[in-house]
Each structure stands twice: as C-alpha cells, then as structure tokens.
C-alpha cells in the first residue's frame, strides 16, 4: 500500500475539508484551492481516525469513580445558565436506517446588567445506544459548566427516551418541553375534529394552545376534555393529546420559564440535526458505516464549535502514539490510516 507524506498543516486542511464537503469534493478543493494533493482513501482513512482517537479521548476525560460511577471532567466555564438540548435524526447506515442523537449544550456567561452575556454552544452527534449518549452529554454538559451554574434547563421534545435520559443524567435541570411540539399535538387533535385548514381548527387550537403557553395545564385539558368523540378516530385522537399532556404536565410551566428568561422550544437542536448531521451525512448516493459516520461527525463537531484548532494542536504525535497502541492490540486494524498517522507524524 502507497505512503503518502503529508505535513501537520496538510493533515489540518485535510480534516476541515472533509468535515465540510463529501470527500470526492474535499479532494477535488484541496487541490484546486490548497495545491493539497491526496487521495480519497487518504484522506477518509486520516478523518476517520483522527475521529476514533477524538472519541476516545472524549471516554478518557470520565474518570472512574470508585467503580461504581464516573466523576465529570473538569469544567471550563462557569456559566450564569447552561441549557442542554437534545433530538435525534435518522440517517443511512450498514444498509438500514439509524438514529443519530444529537445533544448541544449552550452555556451563558457575563453580567445581566451589562447585557454582556456571552454564548459558548457546542454539540455531539452519536449513532450509539442511549446509556453511552447520555453520558457523553453529561460530559460535554459538565465540561461547559453544568455542574455550577445556577440555573440549568434540559428542553426537549416529547420523546419518552428524551426524558428518561434528561433523569437519568439532568436531574438538577429544569425540565422544559418544545413549546411548538405541542402545538403540534393540538393541532393533530384539532384537525382530527375540525378538519384540516379549516377555522374551527385555527380558532380551537390558538385557544387551546394559548392556555397552555399560560400555563393554565387544567383549563387545557378540560377544553379537550369537552371534545365530543364519536368515532373511533376521534377517540383516539383526544386520548393520545390527553395523555401527551398528563405526561408532560411537569414540564409546561411557561409563564415561570419565560420570566427566567429560558427557551420554550428547542429550535437549537433540530436545527444542529439539519446542519450538523443531514447536511453532511444525507447527500445523494452517500454510502456509511456506523462508525465511519460517527467518526465524521465527531471531527466535524470540533470544527463547528471551534475547538478544531485547539484540539488539533496535539494531533500529530498523540494520534501516532494512539495509533501505534491500536496496532498493538489488534494488528489487523493496520490499514492506510496507520500509515497516515506515522507519515504525519515524522514530517
């Protein structure tokens, strides 16, 4: 297999290229706009470990806790208000359809008087089970300044994995279901009865759906309660709307969160799930592993949020020393990315 040499400056410009543009294009930019030339099996096997090394090291940063937990890592904010997002996205992998979970986190620092908060954001993106998302959230979330800031909030929608995670993980944040998913639910059940567009249904939800944004969870409920079912459809229809609000009703306090100056919706997140992942991940004729996506992901994290650079600083000999250590333990994992690594690492 062909060694290509490649300098540190070129491995950067490698990873931001391809965390950005599919890697047909990345190598087509590099050498038209860099003068980089590098192959595509080059530059897939470099992203994708660089990536494998970053989420290793995202593993590293929980430290065991006398065996029966993790300590979070150390922080570096100390945020006035840390607020933790989080969604999912479907996205094609191993042949079938996978979720990603997507969690950001965005911690607020500075002076209210002064209006002189300033708005740290960062995101992970992850195609794992839910135990090991969550406590990767949690570490980002701790990393950011969860664990002091006096006031924190997980809003989300109404997904029932989403909220075992946000008490499993955030049991000190305030709980805050996406005002506008359910909007969403009413305007199901409305249409369901009033048929769809008509004035019936905008005039019933408005008003429905305004009570609720006053934090009147009663009066909403006895409104749905009024609605005549006569049908199986309809029946259905205003039992999954009030169930949605029984089970949600913990968390719909709007009036109290808006006065605290807190989001109601979690536009944040569904929009990193468009930009972060479906831009990159759900072009035509894109074909991923599982791991080979997550890897990407991970890199392309760390340039959204502005850590690349700080990050890559220390990549050339800690990834050839995480490289060699991969070798070691499974010499059959000793593919071009290995002889990336070393090629980096001696230029």
């Given at each position: 297999?062909?060694?290509?040499?490649?300098?540190?400056?070129?491995?950067?410009?490698?990873?931001?290229?391809?965390?950005?543009?599919?890697?047909?294009?990345?190598?087509?930019?590099?050498?038209?706009?860099?003068?980089?030339?590098?192959?595509?099996?080059l530059i897939l096997g470099m992203t994708t470990?660089?990536?494998?090394?970053?989420?290793?090291?995202?593993?590293?940063?929980?430290?065991?806790?006398?065996?029966?937990?993790?300590?979070?890592?150390?922080?570096?904010?100390?945020?006035?208000?840390?607020?933790?997002?989080?969604?999912?996205?479907?996205?094609?992998?191993?042949?079938?359809?996978?979720?990603?979970?997507?969690?950001?986190?965005?911690?607020?620092?500075?002076?209210?008087?002064?209006?002189?908060?300033?708005?740290?954001?960062?995101?992970?993106?992850?195609?794992?089970?839910?135990?090991?998302?969550?406590?990767?959230?949690?570490?980002?979330?701790?990393?950011?300044?969860?664990?002091?800031?006096?006031?924190?909030?997980?809003?989300?929608?109404?997904?029932?994995?989403?909220?075992?995670?946000?008490?499993?993980?955030?049991?000190?944040?305030?709980?805050?279901?996406?005002?506008?998913?359910?909007?969403?639910?009413?305007?199901?059940?409305?249409?369901?009865?009033?048929?769809?567009?008509?004035?019936?249904?905008?005039?019933?939800?408005?008003?429905?759906?305004?009570?609720?944004?006053?934090?009147?969870?009663?009066?909403?409920?006895?409104?749905?309660?009024?609605?005549?079912?006569?049908?199986?459809?309809?029946?259905?229809?205003?039992?999954?709307?009030?169930?949605?609000?029984?089970?949600?009703?913990?968390?719909?306090?709007?009036?109290?969160?808006?006065?605290?100056?807190?989001?109601i919706g979690s536009g944040e997140v569904e929009?990193?799930?468009?930009?972060?992942?479906?831009?990159?991940?759900?072009?035509?004729?894109?074909?991923?592993?599982?791991?080979?996506?997550?890897?990407?992901?991970?890199?392309?994290?760390?340039?959204?949020?502005?850590?690349?650079?700080?990050?890559?600083?220390?990549?050339?000999?800690?990834?050839?020393?995480?490289?060699?250590?991969?070798?070691?333990?499974?010499?059959a994992t000793s593919t071009v990315a290995n002889?990336?690594?070393?090629?980096?690492?001696?230029?």
């Open positions: 297999m062909a060694c290509y040499p490649i300098t540190p400056e070129a491995g950067r410009l490698v990873a931001e290229e391809t965390a950005e543009r599919s890697y047909d294009l990345a190598v087509s930019h590099l050498r038209k706009s860099h003068r980089v030339t590098v192959g595509k099996e470990s660089v990536g494998a090394y970053w989420l290793e090291q995202d593993k590293a940063a929980l430290q065991p806790r006398n065996h029966v937990g993790f300590a979070p890592p150390v922080a570096t904010l100390q945020p006035k208000t840390c607020l933790i997002f989080a969604d999912g996205v479907m996205i094609h992998t191993d042949g079938a359809w996978h979720e990603a979970r997507v969690g950001t986190v965005r911690s607020e620092c500075g002076d209210d008087k002064h209006d002189k908060r300033q708005r740290h954001k960062s995101s992970i993106a992850r195609l794992c089970p839910l135990e090991e998302f969550g406590l990767d959230l949690w570490r980002k979330a701790h990393q950011m300044g969860y664990g002091t800031a006096p006031v924190s909030a997980f809003i989300a929608d109404g997904s029932h994995w989403l909220w075992n995670l946000a008490q499993d993980r955030f049991g000190r944040a305030i709980p805050i279901l996406d005002f506008w998913h359910l909007c969403e639910h009413v305007g199901n059940c409305a249409k369901e009865f009033f048929g769809e567009k008509t004035p019936e249904t905008e005039a019933w939800s408005l008003k429905v759906c305004g009570t609720l944004r006053a934090g009147l969870v009663n009066d909403a409920l006895k409104e749905v309660e009024r609605l005549a079912a006569r049908s199986p459809a309809k029946r259905n229809a205003k039992h999954e709307l009030i169930t949605y609000l029984n089970n949600n009703r913990t968390r719909m306090d709007y009036p109290r969160y808006e006065a605290m100056g807190l989001p929009a990193q799930c468009k930009t972060l992942v479906q831009a990159r991940c759900k072009q035509a004729g894109m074909r991923w592993s599982r791991s080979g996506a997550e890897q990407l992901l991970r890199v392309r994290c760390a340039v959204r949020d502005g850590s690349f650079d700080a990050m890559f600083n220390h990549w050339p000999t800690d990834l050839a020393a995480w490289r060699a250590r991969q070798t070691r333990r499974n010499p002889t990336t690594a070393s090629s980096v690492a001696m230029n």
